[in-house]
């Protein structure tokens, strides 16, 4: 299969997409987390594509995308804190699960045969396709399942080369990692997935508690696979130091004891900003994600704000595979 690789911006790159979700393909598009591999929600055979292409398992429930609050009402049960917060975060990188309506038009492979759907409405083109479509969008991160999520179309290209058949070209994503995911309850939000939106600023809007899900080990939401976002070099979280021939993903301005004796370095933030940290976050994993490189040191990164989804992404990234 040929990828073609066409700006957002082309004249007719809408019409070509929405032309080819119609047909039921699966086509690369720019959110502001990461780049998604997109197909018609409502249609099987157009999500079993994304499931082909990503080499996904199928146990592993896809995210909806719509353009706001009236279409995720067909999909899903809007409760008042679903509400509140779709409210206060839509357009934008957080991801709601909510009770499957039974009358759902969405196919039972993108939520893996629960009785939840995970829904998002995003910002730009993914939200005026799914708004052209009529229906939902299914589209998980644009990457072979398990590896490194993309946040631009050239590593898109890299994994998807030859599997589906157009990626339209955004640019760089501006938040860097994945949506949060939050599963509204009456008087608390589990947090499924940390990303772009933080626990201080989902309670903030709805006065409830955010607590973490119980660890029974059941995958209830996209994300929570041990291993993923992985390069193909191990990685070693939390570094004091550098040892001799590692490549480094530095943090902040101080030196690591050992760093001038590191293979390469490329710093998330040389400011210690951790929004900077987490748009930088994947493009570095995908940089050193390479066979030559086989050993990854990371420094310490602070475990508040953003800090909670940066070190999520490096715990799967470096998890036994």
């Not at 039974?102 to 009785?115: E, I, K, N, Q, R």
Request: proline share 11%; aromatic share 4%; hydrophobic share 45%.
């Amino acid at each position: 299969m040929q990828t073609d690789l066409i700006p957002v911006t082309a004249a007719d790159a809408e019409r070509r997409a929405l032309a080819l979700l119609q047909a039921g393909a699966a086509i690369a598009l720019p959110t502001e987390t990461v780049y998604g591999l997109a197909a018609d929600a409502t249609n099987g055979t157009a999500v079993a594509a994304i499931f082909a292409a990503k080499g996904r398992p199928r146990f592993n429930p896809l995210i909806c995308h719509v353009p706001g609050i009236e279409m995720a009402r067909r999909l899903a049960e809007l409760g008042p804190v679903a509400k509140r917060l779709a409210e206060a975060f839509w357009p934008g990188p957080l991801t709601l699960v909510l009770p499957l309506r039974p009358d759902s038009p969405v196919h039972p492979l993108a939520t893996a045969g629960l009785a939840t759907i995970a829904v998002r409405a995003p910002e730009g083109v993914v939200a005026r396709l799914a708004e052209a479509l009529g229906r939902p969008l299914a589209a998980p991160s644009a990457n072979p399942s398990g590896r490194v999520s993309p946040t631009s179309a050239a590593n898109v290209l890299r994994g998807l080369e030859g599997r589906i058949p157009l990626i339209l070209d955004g640019g760089p994503s501006p938040v860097g990692v994945e949506s949060t995911i939050v599963r509204p309850e009456t008087d608390r939000l589990v947090l499924l997935r940390a990303g772009g939106i933080d626990r201080a600023a989902l309670a903030a809007a709805t006065g409830l508690p955010v607590v973490d899900p119980a660890p029974d080990g059941a995958i209830s939401a996209p994300g929570q696979l041990a291993s993923h976002y992985a390069p193909a070099g191990r990685v070693r979280l939390d570094a004091p130091s550098v040892e001799p021939g590692e490549y480094l993903i530095a943090f902040g301005p101080d030196p690591l004891p050992g760093q001038e004796a590191a293979a390469q370095v490329l710093n998330l933030s040389g400011s210690g900003d951790l929004a900077e940290a987490a748009s930088n976050l994947f493009a570095a994993l995908a940089r050193f994600d390479a066979p030559e490189i086989e050993r990854i040191a990371v420094a310490p990164i602070p475990h508040r704000g953003l800090g909670e989804a940066i070190n999520d992404r490096l715990r799967r990234a470096a998890a036994p595979r």
